[in-house]
Structure formats: C-alpha cells, structure tokens
C-alpha cells in the first residue's frame, strides 16, 4: 500500500514537472509561428511516387575562372 501511495507521489511530481516546461516553452515563444500557416496553401504537395524522369536539369556550364592569368 505505501509503494502504490509512493507512485501515484511520484507520477504527481513528473506530471507537474511537464506542465511547468510546458509553460515555460509555451511563454518563450517555442511554439510561436505565425508566418508559415499562411503561406502553407502556396506549396504543393509532391506525390511521393513520382517519377525522377521529369525533372528537369539545367544544363551544366563552365565558368572562366576570374583569378587566372591570361596569356596573350
């Protein structure tokens, strides 16, 4: 009987324990997002099945590079 009266003590002091950081992120501003559920509508969904052939790649290009020397 005194184990049963120690865990239910116990569960009460972690129960507490989560509701203070709860509050505590909560004042902080950890759960502070008032940008992205506005835009969330503009994004479109990828399915995940999709196919890789229709992406399409730019093509890959050489750049001069602006530190060498040019002979003439």
Known sequence: MSV???LIAISLLVAT???IAF???ANAGQFDD???PSIRMLFDE???SAPKA???KPPV???KNSL???KK
């Open 4 to 6: 049963l009266i120690l």
């Open 17 to 19: 324990g989560f509701l």
């Open 23 to 25: 509050l505590f992120s």
């Open 34 to 36: 008032s940008y992205t």
């Open 46 to 48: 990828v399915p995940v």
């Open 54 to 56: 229709d992406v399409v």
């Open 61 to 63: 290009t050489k750049k």
């Open 68 to 70: 060498s020397i040019q």
